[in-house]
């Protein structure tokens, strides 16, 4: 995974509550073998008309929004299906950091094993965020724990745990891997037939 | 303090870690299949990882396998799929029973049948029919697919401890009554999710007379009771199974000796005990959308307890107050790994052997690998079904779960060997009714449901 410590990139908005997973990616799109190859199936539903062509007037089809990092939305993030193709549409399409009130428990584990920092804040802080515009940068600060904004900071929490992980972009590979001495004395112990 | 096989074989699993809490375990054995594994692989090309355990992996396509013509893979993703499969394999190193060999056939199927499968070791594999592989007193359990990455790039597991629930089956089986009943009756009675959070153990004197075949089939289908998994200790039955066996321990004494220690002391190790006894068994059927909505062959549907059950009476299309016999089979599936073994389809045969199918049946049979076919071509197994009017196929998961072409069609009734009965399973509109072989091919053969212990005796268990 890559570490992050800061991130700076221009932000999309879509302040809706409950934005479920169906939404995200819709279940004829899971189909595929990859990780990858989700961004064009990004909030599909949404996105396109029933032709097929994009709708102009959805964030995500908008060319000044083009190139954004940041995905500002509102409560209970990712709730619904277990899908882990959710996160990966996201990161896809180049998502690295959704700001929202909160995230479904099982988004939010598939964020940390995908390196796409989910941070809560508030709905007072993300009332301001909600007014960038594809000209204005957002930073966001994982080490000091913050979202920068017009030289407005937010603070935000996160487990002492995740934060590392990201930071030294760890996975949970990584994390496992620290205990190779003692997997490999399991397997030098280990009783043979042969 | 007394202690379950279970609790032994996973003790002698722990890398690091607390119990109740997550526990890095090693796994011994990791099987992979077309379906779960190409996001898995991806991700270690990603990161630049390799499989740590290429020698304790093994993989096969079995979900997507067409069983009419194998090699003619019509469904671009099935195909895409099976091919990424052969190329993962090869450039990760790890053994594959590819398309058309000797070794393919459903992963629970071949993992036991090639001496993979082995007492007292951990395996997982991303299906949850993993549970399949307990019956030879292993920790058996499926897991998904970033887990399925995490086994591919450390050999090892997260896993808090199950809790430990053992089944005392005993009695002896009536005629026409097999181990399919059991767990259909185990899981019509105590519910889809008595089993939640538990590994079970099977225990009693029903299954020390048991074959590992039908041992099998009772761990395979205990997860559609919320288990985890299903185990059952390990005995000579066991390890003469293993014995000689393609990937068996050439050293079998050593292998022996060391598997008899996984016995669990009393159970008073269980943190709880069901008592079954089989003696007055009947064969189960399944009526409704789930394997706990079934009832022993005499008695009719019961009345709806629920939306739930409404719903179920609405989409199988029958009535409460029916019986098995008035529902139109027209669609008989022989197969899966719950019931796709040499033993179940000698059992199938035996009845059909010298008849003929009910006109308007469709009957497929399906082998649950390439050596079972084979096995059943050279005993006549094969030319019975064929005789009989049946289609005889290529091995795969087939109708189980109609990934593959063999779909049953909107609307019509399946008396169905597999696992389970859920909207949709078998092909879009599909009306399953699981049942053992035997039922199955009675059903087959007439039509509908029949009795079959009146004419049991007639064939062998
Ligand atoms: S036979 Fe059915 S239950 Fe068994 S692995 Fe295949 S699809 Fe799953």
């Given at each position: 995974m890559e570490p992050i410590t800061s991130h700076t990139g221009k932000a999309i908005v879509m302040?809706?509550?409950?934005?479920d997973t169906d939404q995200i990616?819709?279940?004829?799109?899971?189909?595929?073998?990859?990780?990858?190859?989700?961004a064009p199936h990004l909030f599909f539903d949404w996105r396109?008309?029933?032709?097929?062509?994009?709708?102009?007037?959805?964030a995500l089809n908008k060319p000044e929004n083009q190139g954004a990092t940041i995905l500002i939305s509102g409560e209970?993030?990712?709730?619904?299906?277990?899908?882990?193709h959710a996160v990966w549409s996201l990161t896809d399409w180049g998502f690295k950091v959704v700001i929202a009130g909160s995230f479904s428990d099982i988004f939010y584990m598939n964020s940390t094993k995908n390196g796409l920092l989910a941070i809560s804040l508030p709905a007072a802080d993300r009332k301001i965020l909600n007014?960038?515009?594809?000209t204005d940068q957002i930073t966001v600060n994982l080490v000091d724990q913050y979202v920068e904004f017009k030289g407005q900071r937010f603070h935000f929490d996160i487990d002492p745990m995740w934060k590392n992980k990201f930071i030294n972009g760890l996975d949970d590979i990584d994390i496992t891997m620290k205990y190779e001495d003692q997997i490999e004395a399991y397997e030098a112990a280990m009783p043979t037939f042969d | 303090m007394s202690k379950t096989m279970f609790e032994k074989i996973w003790d002698r699993h722990v890398i690091t870690g607390q119990p109740g809490e997550p526990q890095l375990i090693y796994v011994d054995l990791h099987l992979v299949h077309e379906v779960t594994s190409p996001q898995a692989f991806q991700g270690l090309r990603m990161n630049h990882r390799?499989?740590?355990?290429p020698d304790r992996t093994f993989a096969t396509m079995d979900?997507?396998?067409?069983?009419?013509?194998?090699?003619?893979?019509?469904d671009l993703i099935s195909k895409k799929q099976i091919e990424t499969l052969r190329q993962n394999a090869k450039d990760f190193g790890i053994r594959l029973a590819g398309?058309?060999?000797?070794?393919?056939?459903i992963i629970h199927v071949i993992g036991p049948q090639l001496g993979l499968t082995q007492p007292g070791q951990t395996i997982v594999c991303g299906?949850?029919?993993?549970?399949?592989?307990?019956?030879?007193g292993s920790i058996a359990f499926g897991i998904g697919t970033s887990e399925v990455e995490h086994v591919f790039a450390t050999q090892t597991i997260w896993q808090v401890e199950p809790k430990q629930m053992g089944i005392h089956v005993h009695g002896k089986l009536p005629d026409g009554v097999y181990a399919k009943d059991i767990i259909m009756a185990i899981i019509a009675k105590?519910?889809?999710?008595?089993?939640?959070g538990h590994a079970v153990e099977f225990y009693g004197d029903t299954i020390d007379a048991m074959s590992m075949e039908e041992r099998m089939t009772l761990c395979n289908m205990v997860?559609?009771?919320?288990?985890?998994m299903g185990v059952v200790h390990p005995d000579q039955i066991t390890f003469d199974y293993v014995?000689?066996?393609?990937?068996?321990?050439?050293?079998m004494a050593a292998a022996e000796d060391y598997w008899?220690?996984?016995?669990?002391?009393?159970?008073?190790?269980?943190?709880e005990v069901i008592d079954f006894d089989v003696s007055d068994l009947a064969p189960f059927i399944t009526?409704?959308?789930?394997?706990?909505m079934a009832v022993p062959y005499d008695q009719a549907f019961p009345e709806p307890q629920d939306q739930n059950d409404a719903h179920a009476y609405e989409y199988v299309g029958i009535k409460p107050g029916?019986?098995?016999?008035?529902i139109p089979i027209t669609w008989a599936f022989f197969g899966s790994c719950?019931?796709?073994?040499l033993s179940d389809l000698r059992i199938a045969a035996s009845y059909l052997k010298n008849k003929h199918i009910a006109p308007g049946v469709h009957a497929l049979v399906v082998p649950g690998s390439m050596a079972i076919r084979e096995a059943a071509e050279k005993e006549g197994i094969a030319q019975i079904f064929r005789d009989a009017g049946c289609d005889w196929r290529m091995p795969g998961c087939s109708a189980c779960l109609?990934?593959?072409?063999?779909k049953i069609p909107a609307g019509a009734h399946c008396a169905s060997t597999s696992n389970r009965n859920f909207?949709?399973?078998?092909?879009?509109g599909s009306r399953t009714h699981l049942a053992s072989p035997a039922m199955v091919a009675a059903a087959a053969l007439n039509g509908h449901f029949v009795d079959i212990r009146k004419e049991a005796s007639v064939w062998s268990r």
């Open positions: 302040p809706n509550n409950n934005i990616i819709p279940k004829q799109f899971l189909k595929n073998i990859l990780k990858t190859g989700y396109y008309d029933q032709s097929g062509k994009p709708k102009p007037d959805f209970n993030f990712g709730c619904g299906s277990s899908r882990e007014t960038a515009t594809s | 390799k499989v740590r355990r979900h997507n396998v067409p069983t009419k013509d194998i090699f003619n893979v019509k398309m058309g060999e000797a070794d393919q056939g299906d949850s029919h993993t549970s399949t592989h307990g019956a030879f105590y519910g889809v999710k008595f089993g939640v997860i559609e009771g919320g288990a985890k014995a000689g066996r393609k990937y068996a321990p050439k050293d008899s220690q996984f016995q669990t002391d009393d159970p008073a190790a269980f943190d009526w409704g959308t789930n394997p706990g029916m019986k098995p016999t008035e719950t019931n796709g073994r109609g990934m593959n072409p063999d909207e949709g399973r078998q092909g879009a």
